[in-house]
């Protein structure tokens, strides 16, 4: 996903909330909060869209805590195997796990952004493989009698897609389906015309 201002997945991944616990009063807009207050006050607590969130922080009017779907209990059933988790219930907007994260990482300093980074780059990389196995036999999963809990599993694992593996998964099999049928065409010409 690139930061492109025309990017929908970027829109997206900026309309992501994030909670921020105000250090500082700021005036006028306690409309933020969805409350009747016109002020906020120090020490509110209050989901914020990441778009205004880069303001707030860098102004150091807030803290940043880190969302939910990148704490503790993610990162550990990530390290248990990354494979089991449902990246696109962990963010709404079409499940840009990796879009929201990258975006929080680019806030972060230094060494929490490191954490972050390798914590995205182990869950990507942990995945990649079943991401790209299942699109290449996608559509022969039921045909070979694959049934039960590992179809089941199989399942399970492509509804919980990032947007990001979804996408990649949509190229595998089209590449798949070309070399397959880059192959059959170069097999008939091969053999040649039949006498």
């Given at each position: 996903?690139?930061?492109?201002?025309?990017?929908?997945?970027?829109?997206?991944?900026?309309?992501?909330?994030?909670?921020?616990t105000f250090k500082v009063?700021?005036?006028?807009?306690?409309?933020?909060?969805?409350?009747?207050?016109?002020?906020?006050?120090?020490?509110?607590?209050?989901?914020?869209?990441?778009?205004?969130?880069?303001?707030?922080?860098?102004?150091?009017?807030?803290?940043?805590?880190?969302?939910?779907?990148?704490?503790?209990?993610?990162?550990?059933?990530?390290?248990?195997?990354?494979?089991?988790?449902?990246?696109?219930?962990?963010?709404?907007?079409?499940?840009?796990?990796?879009?929201?994260?990258?975006?929080?990482?680019?806030?972060?300093?230094?060494?929490?952004?490191?954490?972050?980074?390798?914590?995205?780059?182990?869950?990507?990389?942990?995945?990649?493989?079943?991401?790209?196995?299942?699109?290449?036999?996608?559509?022969?999963?039921?045909?070979?009698?694959?049934?039960?809990?590992?179809?089941?599993?199989?399942?399970?694992?492509?509804?919980?897609?990032?947007?990001?593996?979804?996408?990649?998964?949509?190229?595998?099999?089209?590449?798949?389906?070309?070399?397959?049928?880059?192959?059959?065409?170069?097999?008939?010409?091969?053999?040649?015309?039949?006498?």
């Amino acid at each position: 996903m690139d930061n492109d201002y025309f990017s929908i997945d970027a829109i997206l991944a900026e309309n992501q909330k994030i909670q921020c616990t105000f250090k500082v009063d700021v005036p006028e807009v306690g409309h933020l909060g969805g409350g009747n207050d016109r002020d906020i006050k120090a020490p509110a607590k209050l989901p914020i869209p990441m778009w205004l969130a880069y303001i707030v922080l860098l102004s150091e009017w807030a803290d940043l805590t880190i969302p939910a779907p990148f704490g503790p209990r993610v990162r550990n059933a990530l390290k248990a195997d990354p494979r089991s988790v449902r990246l696109s219930a962990l963010v709404g907007a079409g499940g840009l796990w990796y879009g929201f994260g990258k975006m929080i990482m680019d806030i972060l300093d230094d060494e929490q952004a490191n954490i972050m980074s390798d914590v995205l780059t182990k869950a990507f990389r942990g995945r990649l493989t079943e991401v790209i196995d299942q699109a290449q036999h996608f559509a022969t999963l039921g045909a070979l009698g694959v049934t039960g809990s590992a179809l089941d599993t199989a399942q399970s694992f492509r509804e919980g897609l990032d947007g990001t593996e979804r996408e990649l998964f949509a190229l595998a099999q089209e590449s798949s389906k070309r070399t397959k049928r880059w192959y059959e065409s170069h097999d008939k010409t091969r053999q040649g015309p039949r006498r």
